[in-house]
């Protein structure tokens, strides 16, 4: 009986620790839930109040620097106005993939949310919805190679 426990108790440790290692408070996880809905109904206005201002954002190539949240609203509905989102999921918490389909074509993109306290609640400072790799997501390059 203590062999079965050890070998199950070694079988389930990894799978224990990896659920350990990605614990996210409930205010941080409702806010990505909400981020979550937002982005598969492919309605950001839906999450304005979790805006900071300034924010910074990539869109695809385009990156925006120090914007209000106003301005950066306007961009995230502009982002998925030309958009059928098909799926969004968080892989890990604020790293995830939006399936969408434009102009009949289906394609797949990273989504990266960084988050900051605030004395309402956590709110979205910083946004990726590119394929950039995160190391260098904010800085201003183009897949060319141009600056």
Avoid: C
């Avoid at 203590?2 to 806010?31: E, G, R």
């Avoid at 925006?64 to 969004?88: G, P, T």
């Avoid at 797949?108 to 394929?131: F, K």
Wanted: glycine share 4%.
């Amino acid at each position: 009986m203590k062999k079965l426990f050890l070998l199950f108790l070694f079988l389930s440790l990894p799978v224990i620790i990896h659920a350990q290692s990605f614990f996210v408070p409930s205010d941080v996880q409702i806010s990505l839930d909400r981020i979550t809905n937002a982005f598969r109904a492919g309605n950001p206005k839906a999450m304005d109040d979790l805006l900071s201002s300034p924010v910074t954002m990539r869109l695809q190539d385009s990156l925006y620097r120090d914007i209000s949240n106003i301005q950066a609203s306007d961009l995230l509905q502009s982002f998925f106005s030309d958009k059928k989102v098909i799926d969004f999921r968080f892989s890990t918490p604020g790293n995830g993939k939006l399936i969408y389909e434009e102009a009949g074509k289906r394609d797949t993109v990273n989504v990266d949310i960084w988050m900051r306290r605030a004395l309402g609640g956590p709110v979205l400072h910083e946004i990726n919805i590119s394929n950039y790799p995160i190391a260098t997501v904010f800085f201003n390059i183009h897949h060319d190679g141009k600056k």
